[in-house]
């Protein structure tokens, strides 16, 4: 456990040192490890809804990738759309020296978004999945109609966060006798003690976060970098291990679980 949180902290030390050093470029691959990560992670929640075994490997891929930007893309570009004032001071907060996306930038990636969320939609209604149809449009209304900080707060909290949580309870072998009666009570107590001290100190540091961006000190901008750099090990690890199961084939899936 040591080592692990040793090269976690490692990890995210050097993105922060990265982040000064050439920040705009560095700033660019973070956010697209973010789209991937978002977008990903909501794919393999909802695995059991994608393109069966029937669809050609080819249109297979092509579904896959649409997916996962249609729900990554909403809380990366919509902000940076709709929002750019709010978010581009965030970002010059997070890599000095960013620059805003002109508008030519923020279009392309609104057509991108649009283009696969649409290719997402007809897919559904292919499958006849209107709850896919439901999460893709109240992805949309909640970046396009929310400030950024407020609908990150709403997709984290509720959604995000609690879909990967989940996902973690169902993935740890001392649960699956439990889940599998149909019992819920013990796996989630034991995720609830494993995350109480992370928690805490996650929880620690909002605080103090808020503190100094309270108090107008300067140290409020890095304090923001730094945590931005503590969630990019996660977005590696979690990223790694799902493509890693997505990239499997539909029959792969069930014969390794």
Not at 64 to 79: D, E, I, Q, S, Y
Not at 147 to 175: K, T
């Amino acid at each position: 456990m040591t080592v692990v949180l040793g090269g976690y902290l490692a990890l995210a030390a050097t993105v922060l040192v990265t982040l000064r050093l050439v920040g705009p470029a560095a700033l660019l691959v973070l956010l697209a490890l973010s789209v991937l990560h978002f977008g990903v992670g909501d794919v393999m929640a909802d695995r059991g809804r994608l393109a069966g075994p029937t669809t050609r490997p080819r249109m297979r891929r092509l579904l896959l990738g649409c997916a996962v930007l249609a729900r990554g893309l909403p809380a990366v570009v919509l902000p940076l759309a709709v929002w750019p004032a709010r978010t581009d001071r965030m970002l010059r907060a997070v890599a000095p020296g960013a620059h805003p996306a002109t508008p030519t930038i923020r279009l392309a990636l609104i057509a991108l978004l649009v283009g696969c969320v649409a290719v997402s939609l007809v897919e559904a209604g292919r499958r006849h999945d209107p709850l896919t149809v439901v999460e893709l449009i109240a992805l949309l209304a909640l970046f396009g109609c929310v400030p950024p900080l407020a609908a990150f707060g709403v997709y984290f909290g509720g959604w995000h966060g609690l879909r990967h949580s989940a996902r973690m309870i169902e993935s740890q072998p001392e649960n699956q006798a439990d889940l599998r009666r149909g019992r819920r009570a013990a796996p989630v107590g034991r995720f609830l003690r494993a995350a109480a001290v992370p928690t805490g100190l996650a929880l620690t540091g909002t605080a103090a976060l808020v503190v100094l961006a309270r108090s107008g000190s300067g140290l409020a901008a890095s304090a923001f970098s730094a945590l931005f750099a503590l969630t990019v090990p996660h977005l590696i690890i979690v990223g790694a291990l799902d493509l890693g199961v997505l990239s499997e084939r539909p029959g792969d899936a069930g014969r390794n679980r």
